[in-house]
């Protein structure tokens, strides 16, 4: 079971200040702190409009119907909420690692959980791995919090990896799309199959921040000799005499691999942070995602 | 680079079975890792100089290939060109093509490896570089004069056969040697299969000889000795007498079977210890006359000793008339020898005598006919009478003259001899300080032996050398007579041929079937081309006489080449060049202990060093 107590009161206090800001500006259900395209009652000036029969007069701007003779209504900008989507990646090979990427990125989907229902967005929380897993529906208030941390304390990684089909189907199932927070350590069969997952969810209006959770050993793996090398989603294995060599090719490729990711990432206007698990998962939500677009101090 | 014993390199084998229990013995560690993508796509990157770099990222299996390599080059006896040993000038190429180069090599023969070094020496000729080719059989034999025509070359190489004729190598590097002309820097190469202890008279460690050999070790067994003989004391009865050696490391039983033109008539399993030799005579219960083929079953590489052959002659009557008034003691010497019919009728010869002696009276004119003159000379011979010699003292004689053989002349005393005076033609045979004593003349179906003095004026009839001297006229006369019943040569050795006939020429029919012709008027009349085991057949005119020609050499039948060369191994079976070479397996050797020690530290440092 997940220990409730995540975090310590001082991170507590860094993340209530924190909260999201999504580039595009969703409609909300209700009342929230979020742009709305509707037009509403908040103190924040939208726009002006000709007067029609039937307005508010409390919204005519007088100063300049005596400057132009003509009636203009004041209109202010609506408030709504955001519904932030964190999905999250329960394959078998997020459980590799030490610490296991798997608890990394569950300690960061709470985080991020805590940061949006503490910005009175929704927060739900979706699994996939070779498909879609368990969900836990987009809500709002602090009760959602308890939800959350309880969902996740049950989460095992296990099967394989379909991030495409897994993104799309969620695309497709989703009808509020909002922020999409996918964590994940994008290691699928085939390897680009990321681009398409994310593309549906881009194009399904979603905001999306792709946080890429890495092992130390993944990154810079150090053992070399006679192995012997098993993939814990398949258990295929693959017996090779790792040298210096091989170790300098395999950096190279996975070099490569990153720059693909980015350079999708950046074409498609999609946030990517890189976490490696040796670093302390707070770093990367007060510094590294906080320096990007999507989370901000409120 | 040569090496003097290439079998070694068959270590070279071990090298895939220690790369094979290199891979058996490697520990793979089980490793868990997130995903085989991206170390699947850095194999398959690096997939050709991965399987390579598994194999050399090991430092132990390299340096074990290592030492194997260094030991098994060690082993095979490398041999550097010394610094200037290069030479210059011509080759004289010694090539043996004795008997014992028949011995087949798998599927090919002693001659034919032999044959095709030497086609790898001329290859390795330079241009202008010249040789000349002495093949060595039972004599040296001058193949091709010195030529820098490369093609020729090749050709007379390609051409030369192997003979069936013992020889000593020897003499052929001696012949070799004396057209080597040093101030040219020529080489000599010889190219043997080794099978003698020495090479007599010559020195292999000066550095322009150099020595190719070929062949390895078999073991042999064969014949060596086949001949027939008359019973001693019988007029009538023969025996026949065989001796067949074992050069083998183990004991053999060796079926043996001596046949006639109609069949077996002798059949024997000789049980021969290893090295050893049996031999034994048995009464000859067979024809007298033919062919007569001895065999023996081997299956050995050397089938040419396997077989003896034999052409069963009957002794012969020899006719001897003897005129003269004192001729007791010539009489009772003929009386002692086998096979004669004596007859003391004066006047002139009748024709039919085999053999005319003369004692004190003049003869006729001599035409044809074999004669011996005791104090007279023949009238129509270019010898001259120039008077009478008192107590004559023998200076000299001809000991290698068969006439003379095993008869000494030393200390004989003799009370009077005609002094002559030879013409041409005549060969002296003994002489005194003054005068010739004993002379022989032949000619064209005349053969005549003068003695110049009487022998009852001598104490030459009291010698034992008496009797052996007659006998030795009557050899001379009729080479058939008494020692050759059956009538046979070694290989190689010349064949005196006669002819009883006016027939101008003789045909010898060799054992292959080639025809060989030779004028009578030939005063050696040998026939030299002996070199095939086997039967001759002889035509002079309406005449046919066969003789056969065997091998019977102890020294061919010891096929195990044996001729030590100072330096690394052992030169069997391989090719080993000596003089211009410098052995370099110590140094391989070295290498080789430092590889293994290397090796050795490379295994114990993790031993040695706790694990992190």
Redesign the interface.
């Known amino acids: 079971m997940m220990d409730r107590v995540l975090f310590d009161r001082h991170f507590l206090q860094t993340l209530d200040s924190l909260s999201f800001v999504a580039r595009r500006i969703y409609r909300g259900d209700m009342r929230g702190a979020h742009a709305s395209p509707r037009r509403g009652t908040s103190l924040d000036f939208a726009d002006y409009r000709t007067y029609q029969p039937g307005d508010d007069f409390r919204a005519i701007d007088w100063s300049i119907y005596s400057r132009l003779d003509r009636l203009f209504i004041r209109q202010y900008a609506e408030e709504e909420d955001l519904t932030v989507h964190i999905l999250l990646d329960t394959s078998g090979s997020m459980s590799f690692g030490t610490p296991p990427k798997i608890d990394y990125a569950r300690k960061l989907a709470a985080a991020l959980g805590y940061v949006g229902i503490g910005s009175l967005d929704r927060v739900g929380i979706s699994t996939f791995a070779a498909g879609l897993g368990g969900a836990l529906a987009p809500r709002r208030g602090k009760g959602q919090l308890f939800h959350l941390l309880d969902y996740m304390s049950g989460l095992r990684a296990g099967s394989g990896t379909d991030i495409a089909r897994s993104l799309e189907d969620y695309a497709l199932r989703s009808r509020n799309p909002g922020l999409a927070i996918v964590i994940t350590d994008l290691l699928g069969v085939p390897l680009d199959g990321y681009r398409r997952g994310l593309s549906a969810l881009r194009f399904h209006e979603f905001d999306i921040v792709l946080v890429h959770v890495l092992d130390r050993e993944e990154i810079a793996p150090s053992e070399e000799g006679y192995l012997r090398l098993s993939d814990i989603e398949t258990r295929q294995s693959l017996a090779i005499a790792v040298d210096r060599s091989l170790l300098e090719t395999y950096r190279r490729r996975l070099a490569a691999f990153f720059d693909s990711v980015e350079s999708f990432c950046l074409k498609s206007r999609i946030e990517y942070l890189r976490a490696a698990t040796i670093v302390p998962f707070e770093d990367v939500v007060l510094r590294y995602l906080r320096q990007g677009e999507h989370l901000h101090s409120r | 680079m040569s090496f003097a014993n290439p079998l070694w390199f068959f270590l070279l084998g071990l090298l895939p079975v220690i790369v094979l229990l290199h891979a058996i013995a490697?520990?793979?560690?089980?490793?868990?890792?997130?995903?085989?993508?991206?170390?699947?796509?850095?194999?398959n990157?690096?997939a050709m100089?991965?399987r390579i770099?598994?194999l050399l990222?090991n430092l132990a299996l390299l340096l074990e290939l290592a030492a194997v390599i260094a030991l098994s080059t060690s082993l095979a006896g490398p041999l550097a060109p010394r610094a200037g040993g290069g030479g210059s000038g011509s080759t004289i190429l010694v090539l043996d093509a004795t008997a014992s180069m028949q011995v087949r090599e798998g599927v090919r023969t002693r001659f034919d490896l032999a044959r095709s070094r030497a086609l790898d020496a001329v290859a390795g000729l330079r241009r202008g570089d010249g040789m000349a080719i002495v093949l060595a059989e039972r004599s040296p034999r001058l193949l091709q004069p010195f030529t820098v025509d490369h093609a020729t070359l090749q050709r007379v190489l390609r051409a030369a056969v192997a003979t069936d004729e013992p020889g000593d190598v020897s003499d052929s590097m001696a012949f070799a040697l004396s057209l080597r002309d040093a101030r040219r820097g020529d080489q000599v190469l010889l190219v043997s299969d080794g099978a003698y202890e020495s090479l007599e008279g010559v020195d292999l460690s000066l550095p322009w000889i150099h020595v190719v050999l070929v062949g390895s070790r078999h073991d042999n067994v064969g014949i060596t000795g086949f001949s027939f003989r008359r019973t001693p004391g019988a007029e009538s009865t023969y025996e026949v007498f065989c001796s067949v050696a074992n050069i083998g490391a183990v004991s053999v039983s060796v079926p043996l079977s001596i046949r006639g033109e109609k069949g077996i008539v002798v059949t024997r399993h000789l049980d021969i210890a290893a090295g050893a030799r049996a031999s034994f005579g048995l009464p000859w219960t067979g024809p007298t006359e033919g062919r007569v083929e001895a065999r023996i079953e081997t299956g050995d590489a050397f089938p040419l000793d396997d077989a003896a052959y034999a052409v069963f002659a009957p002794a012969r009557t020899v006719r001897v008339r003897l005129a003269g008034s004192g001729t007791y003691f010539i009489q009772k010497a003929l009386e002692s020898l086998p096979g004669l019919v004596l007859s003391t009728d004066a006047g002139p010869e009748s024709g039919v005598e085999d053999v005319s002696i003369y004692d004190a009276v003049d003869p006729p004119d001599l035409e044809k006919g074999n004669i011996i003159l005791f104090a007279s000379t023949p009238p129509n011979l270019p010898l001259r009478v120039v008077g009478n010699l008192a107590a004559p003292v023998v200076t000299g004689w001809s000991r290698s003259s068969p006439l003379l053989d095993s008869v000494s002349l030393g200390g004989l005393l003799i009370g009077q001899a005609l002094s002559l005076q030879p013409g041409p033609g005549f060969n002296v045979l003994a002489a005194s300080r003054e005068s010739p004593l004993i002379l022989s003349w032949e000619q064209t179906g005349l053969k005549v032996i003068i003695v110049a003095f009487d022998p009852q004026k001598s104490d030459f009839p009291l010698r034992p050398g008496f009797p052996l001297f007659l006998a030795n006229a009557i050899t001379w006369f009729l080479p058939s007579w008494l020692t050759l019943q059956a009538d046979q040569v070694q290989t190689g050795q010349p064949r005196a041929l006669t002819s009883d006939s006016a027939s101008s020429s003789i045909h010898v029919v060799k054992p292959d079937g080639t025809r060989r012709a030779l004028a009578v008027s030939d005063l050696s009349r040998e026939f030299r081309e002996t070199d095939e085991v086997g039967f001759y057949r002889v035509e002079s005119g309406s005449s046919e006489s066969e003789f056969a020609a065997n091998l019977t050499s102890p020294s061919e039948t010891d096929i195990t080449p044996r001729l030590i060369i100072a330096g690394p191994g052992s030169p069997r079976g391989g090719v080993r060049t000596v003089g211009s070479t410098v052995p370099i397996w110590p140094l391989l050797a070295g290498f080789a202990l430092l590889f293994l020690l290397a090796e050795w530290l490379v295994w114990a440092a993790p031993h040695r060093r706790p694990r992190e």
Do not use: D, F, I
Request: glycine residues 4%.
């Open positions: 490697v520990r793979w560690r089980v490793t868990l890792v997130s995903s085989l993508a991206l170390w699947q796509e850095a194999v990157e690096r100089s991965l770099r598994r990222g």
